[in-house]
């Protein structure tokens, strides 16, 4: 797309990578832009009111995605994401809840967090920026970068093995894990409507290419210009046949079936599935409190007169 243009111009320049930046688009390299780029559209496909939704970051490159966006945002501790969009979700669940994090905030400092939000299935959809360092502190290796994997900010090796965030996810109970690639902001935009719109705890994976510190995963590997036929090291998971969906969750034996499709996906790495590797609609959390405390189904916590409230009715119904 070409259009005449009249305002600031930014240049990031490190080691001759060149990342520009205007009030009206980014061009370049960086896969924040195109996760920035999946967000919105999918939230503008989905038409939500920006006052129905609150998105939320950790620390990281990750950490300035809710300035962009048009809809309440929280820019919370490293690592910390999680435990406060599940209070804000459980406070009001008329709010729409995206979670943000990096793959050093979520899987490394935030890991406890990460399988306990999974377990708790609270209706709310977190998306990682994956792109094996540590962008935000000068590129040390993230928990996904490979045993043996050096970039060009690390001095060596990196010495202990990644972890996968996808088999994590699945042991730990989430309800929709899927993976996308920052660089195709379409098809991760129709991942991410897709996470939002599924009731209960959904985690979306995104590879994403850091050209300041990364010179492993770059956006010329993942095309595969450096293989003799010359083909992408990614393949979309809808265009091979693949169901992760359970049809009958009902059907204990259906739930794990895919659950172990999912995980033997995600250890495949050459070519590299994207797309919706689980999904199971079963009973959220807000679902289990709603039978607890009855009141919070009829209206939200936000709009409760707390102050007032009866206490011994509550504790009545919490017996």
Not at 32 to 40: A, K, R, V
Request: proline fraction near 4%; include cysteine; hydrophobic fraction near 40%.
């Amino acid at each position: 797309m070409v259009f005449d243009y009249e305002g600031y111009v930014h240049n990031f320049e490190v080691e001759d990578v060149h990342s520009y930046v205007s009030s009206v688009g980014a061009l370049h390299n960086c896969g924040e832009f195109g996760i920035l780029t999946g967000i919105q559209m999918a939230l503008a496909q989905m038409n939500l009111d920006p006052d129905k939704v609150a998105v939320f970051s950790g620390i990281g490159c990750s950490g300035k995605t809710p300035h962009y966006i048009k809809a309440y945002g929280f820019h919370t501790l490293h690592g910390r994401v999680l435990p406060v969009a599940t209070g804000a979700r459980l406070a009001n669940s008329d709010v729409t809840v995206i979670a943000l994090g990096g793959d050093g905030d979520g899987y490394g400092i935030g890991a406890g967090y990460f399988v306990n939000s999974g377990r708790r299935n609270v209706d709310m959809a977190y998306l990682v920026h994956n792109n094996n360092v540590y962008g935000l502190t000068k590129g040390q290796a993230s928990p996904t970068l490979s045993k043996g994997k050096r970039t060009k900010s690390m001095p060596e090796e990196a010495i202990q093995d990644g972890i996968n965030p996808i088999a994590m996810a699945v042991a730990a109970g989430y309800t929709f894990i899927a993976r996308g690639y920052a660089l195709e902001p379409r098809h991760l935009a129709g991942i991410i409507t897709k996470a939002i719109q599924h009731k209960g705890a959904a985690l979306v994976d995104v590879l994403q290419t850091c050209p300041t510190y990364n010179d492993l995963y770059t956006k010329e590997w993942y095309e595969g210009a450096d293989l003799p036929e010359k083909r992408s090291r990614l393949y979309k998971l809808e265009e091979t046949g693949f169901d992760g969906v359970v049809h009958d969750v009902t059907d204990e034996q259906e739930i794990v079936t895919k659950k172990a499709a999912a995980v033997v996906k995600s250890y495949e790495t050459e070519p590299i599935p994207i797309g919706v590797y689980y999904q199971a609609e079963l009973p959220t959390y807000e679902d289990a409190l709603h039978q607890r405390i009855p009141a919070l189904a009829e209206k939200p916590l936000v709009d409760i007169d707390v102050f007032n409230r009866d206490v011994n009715a509550l504790l009545e119904a919490m017996r």
